[in-house]
């Protein structure tokens, strides 16, 4: 966009101002982790320290609490995923009259507030539990990996279900032309061409469900998470101990992201070749070329 | 009617809508209505019913049954589970008639603390989304239209890392920020504008601050990917028309991003009606908003069928909220959750 001196100031200035909103107060927060004060405190510096951090590794509750975290965060990308996917192909299979009700089901937990999903699971789960004897069942992590996987599946289907609408339904035809049998074009086309969204739904229902608060602290009953546990030491009071644990998560997010960021590049670099790769496999063998090596394409 | 017969209800309607759907496509099929393969022949047997079980279990099990529960238990009695399911376990409103008046039986005055809750969050949640939508267009914008493939990187990192911070974390650091010892008081008492520190968290200004920063991120994607597909050239075609800049987005950049708009709306409303962190952290003594009071409700008083009915009621609300905006933007709930 063309714009005067002026106009670019005061777009300057805003975005600025936008990027101190949203980063400051995380700013604030790491230094605090480093500050000697039992509060946490930014300015004055009056001592660089790093016993915060020794001072969360050494909270047992704490080390627990994530410990089930991840726990639950990897049974709810075991369930999300496979669900999600399911829930994709279905949508692309169901008669159009179904579809816009079943549509409006499985995308109806991404837009109920958490705390809905954790009051409704725990409820049903304990009458139904009662109801067929099955007591076992009635367990905090359980009921949080059921309660987060109703809308983390959501986002891994609708993460799915972009890729799968670019699905050219010829290659499914021509495999099956070829005499693949359908679980074979599963295993061997369907897949494969999902697999980049599979693993960003893996990726964002892991980070979902590890973060998440709402639903979890109604469904995990007498259990602790991560998020639980911290919710509890922060209302009791303030400590840097606290700070100290969101650097520690924002600098794993960093290192997260610039990962994802290589992998893509990486991935977006052998898609390049693999189609570089066939088109010249195409234009040799208009030419009248025979021999083309299969892998090639 | 006792429990046993609630939960029937529970499995039993579901359960025939089910079947419905299921007779009426049989039925399609053998009047030749429908075409093409039928659903197993599609996907063979092993993936159709993997399909079909994963679908099955997620729909009713883990969506639509839990709901149908919390609606059936909000209109119970509490009652000792010796005798759930007796004679004394019949359908009441006095739940919903406690949120009103404060009373399951009298309906002499109103339950003004709840009630003023329930306004306040409401008209909050609403207040947040719109100053939300007013800061995040500009950037959402510059990113999607005119910034460089370079910058757009770096802006979209900036964002995706605060993104990922834990919502209790972020409600802790502007504690931290707004606290009677914290940065700011200290820089405003140090420029000498104030004699004494601002109380800013009794006086609620750190539980909207941190609301709204907390679902700020929830508005620029949704806003960023819808005006990211419109192309430019349209708006070059609008500049040269001799459209001022503020046509240009109230009739060309905002008509194309509505589905962006609706659903970064809905979003942050949403998260903003039901977020606990956030007050749980940063509210004051004497601070109303309405989700704490439904967790009191679980968890304080034991009163579930009571805080089932409170759930339920905040669930409508944001029915209510996404049908209006819907209508308001004349879209389908597709376009919105892409």
């Not at chain 1, 777009?11 to 949203?22: G, H, S």
């Not at chain 1, 610039?258 to 030419?287: H, I, N, P, T």
């Not at chain 2, 650091?173 to 707004?178: C, G, I, K, M, W």
């Not at chain 2, 192309?231 to 962006?260: S, T």
């Amino acid at each position: 966009m063309k714009s005067g001196p002026l106009q670019r100031v005061a777009f300057a200035v805003y975005v600025a101002i936008f990027f101190l909103y949203l980063l400051g107060p995380l700013a604030v927060m790491g230094v605090s982790a480093f500050n000697t004060p039992q509060y946490p405190q930014v300015w004055p510096i009056e001592g660089v320290t790093l016993d915060w951090f020794s001072q969360l590794f050494a909270d047992e509750d704490l080390m627990d609490g994530l410990v089930t975290s991840l726990w639950i965060g990897l049974l709810v990308v075991a369930i999300s995923v496979p669900v999600g996917l399911a829930g994709a192909i279905v949508m692309t299979q169901i008669q159009p009259r179904v579809r816009s009700a079943y549509y409006l089901v499985v995308v109806s937990p991404v837009l109920t507030p958490g705390i809905i999903i954790g009051i409704s699971t725990v409820v049903f789960w304990r009458e139904f539990t009662t109801l067929t004897g099955m007591k076992f069942l009635y367990d905090g992590i359980i009921l949080t990996v059921i309660g987060q996987s109703s809308f983390i599946s959501a986002y891994c289907m609708l993460i799915i279900l972009a890729r799968l609408q670019r699905f050219d339904q010829a290659q499914q035809e021509a495999a099956l032309d070829l005499g693949a049998t359908y679980p074979q074009v599963f295993r061997h086309i369907l897949l494969p061409f999902l697999q980049p969204a599979l693993f960003s739904a893996a990726v964002l229902a892991f980070l979902s469900s590890f973060e998440n608060y709402n639903t979890t602290t109604f469904a995990i009953l007498s259990d602790k998470t991560l998020t639980t546990v911290l919710a509890g030491r922060v209302r009791q009071g303030s400590t840097p101990a606290i700070s100290a644990l969101a650097v520690i998560i924002v600098a794993a997010t960093l290192v997260g992201a610039v990962a994802y960021e290589l992998w893509k590049r990486r991935a977006d670099a052998a898609a390049g070749r693999r189609l570089r790769a066939a088109q010249m496999a195409e234009e040799s063998e208009l030419a009248g070329n025979a021999a083309i090596e299969p892998a090639a394409a | 009617m006792g429990a046993t017969g609630g939960l029937t209800l529970v499995f039993g309607l579901p359960l025939a809508v089910a079947l419905f759907f299921f007779a009426l496509s049989a039925y399609e099929r053998r009047m030749g209505l429908a075409t093409g393969p039928g659903f197993f022949q599609r996907n063979g047997l092993a993936v159709g019913l993997y399909l079909v079980l994963a679908v099955g279990f997620w729909v009713f099990f883990v969506i639509v049954l839990p709901q149908f529960s919390m609606v059936d238990m909000s209109f119970r009695p509490k009652l000792p589970p010796s005798q759930m399911g007796g004679p004394k376990d019949v359908f009441t409103l006095e739940n919903y008639r406690y949120f009103l008046f404060g009373s399951t039986t009298s309906t002499a005055s109103w339950n003004w603390i709840h009630l003023k809750a329930f306004a306040l969050t409401i008209g909050v949640s609403i207040a947040i989304t719109l100053f939300n939508f007013a800061l995040c267009y500009p950037i959402a914008f510059h990113m999607a239209q005119s910034a460089g493939a370079a910058r757009l990187r770096i802006l979209l990192l900036l964002m995706i890392i605060p993104y990922w911070v834990n919502e209790i974390l972020r409600a802790f650091a502007f504690r931290v920020l707004l606290s009677s010892g914290g940065i700011i008081n200290k820089l405003l008492l140090g420029a000498g504008l104030v004699a004494e520190p601002i109380d800013f968290l009794g006086a609620d200004i750190g539980l909207y601050m941190g609301l709204s920063y907390a679902y700020l991120l929830m508005m620029v994607f949704p806003l960023y990917s819808a005006i990211e597909s419109l192309d430019r050239n349209q708006i070059e075609a609008a500049r040269d028309l001799g459209a001022p800049w503020w046509h240009i987005h109230l009739f060309v950049v905002m008509p194309h991003a509505k589905p962006g708009i609706a659903s970064g709306c809905t979003l942050v409303f949403m998260l903003c009606a039901g977020a606990l962190a956030a007050p749980l952290v940063l509210a004051g003594p004497r601070t109303l908003w309405f989700t704490p009071i439904v967790y009191d409700r679980f968890y304080q008083a034991f009163n579930w069928p009571q805080g089932a009915a409170y759930a339920f009621i905040l669930l409508v609300t944001c029915i209510v909220f996404v049908l209006m905006v819907l209508k308001m933007f004349r879209l389908s709930l597709g376009e919105i959750t892409r």
